[in-house]
């Protein structure tokens, strides 16, 4: 049970520069959420995805977007990287909604130059 | 003002110590709280859902509310280096949780 999988695990890029983080998750959850993690900052909500067919802004969307591609499979992407969104990204899952509990993946590392 | 506070640490015990981590909370309509440990490089995991009466215990584990102060503890008896870690606590229920920046904890052997 591979429970929710990111991709890639590193990524490096220059500034101007676009890229999609990849997630999946194969515990049949409803909800799926995107969060970034920086020193000092804790977890800060990006957009979030309450069920397939819908997205809502989070805490910090500005310079993101969202895809919930399927039940499975919800992605976020950097349509013009800036070093501010330098960070660890973590996509999360849940079965009944974010307050009773979540289950993460391993993160995502992102360096923009 | 977040939803939870913590204090940073880092948290330094010796192996065996009883450890307690806190967070405060601001709005008095929670009712449920999580806690998830976050080992370095890794994703944070659920660690305990508690409501909020009384204790609730998982083995070495203990989560306590203290609805009156709006006060979380975590316990950890026994403490052992691979409970070295950053600890997190949350609102639960139906909120979409703001997270705490966490407390890390180095228990050295």
């Known amino acids: 049970n591979a429970g929710v999988t990111q991709t890639p695990k590193f990524q490096v890029l220059k500034t101007g520069q676009s890229m999609t983080l990849q997630c999946a998750q194969d515990?049949?959850?409803?909800?799926m959420y995107w969060y970034r993690q920086d020193p000092g900052m804790g977890l800060r909500l990006i957009y979030y995805s309450a069920s397939e067919g819908t997205t809502d802004k989070g805490e910090v969307p500005n310079g993101y977007n969202v895809s919930r591609l399927n039940k499975r499979e919800f992605s976020l992407r950097l349509e013009s990287a800036a070093p501010s969104q330098t960070s660890v990204y973590f996509c999360?899952?849940?079965?009944?909604?974010?307050?009773?509990?979540?289950?993460f993946g391993s993160g995502t590392r992102l360096t923009v130059v | 003002q977040k939803e939870v506070e913590q204090d940073p640490g880092p948290l330094s015990v010796p192996e065996g110590a009883i450890v307690s981590l806190n967070c405060t909370y601001s709005n008095s309509a929670f009712q449920y709280f999580m806690w998830y440990r976050q080992y370095s490089r890794k994703g944070p995991e659920l660690l305990m859902y508690?409501?909020?009466?009384g204790n609730k215990e998982d083995g070495r584990f203990t989560a306590q509310v203290d609805k009156s102060s709006k006060y979380i503890s975590l316990f950890i008896r026994d403490s052992q280096p691979s409970d070295s870690a950053t600890y997190l606590c949350?609102?639960?229920?139906?909120?979409?949780?703001?997270f705490g920046r966490g407390t890390s904890l180095i228990v050295h052997p």
């Open positions: 949350a609102p639960g229920g139906s909120y979409i949780p703001t």
């Open positions: 999360a899952s849940s079965l009944q909604g974010a307050g009773y509990g979540y289950t």
């Open positions: 515990m049949n959850h409803n909800s």
């Open positions: 508690t409501y909020s009466s």
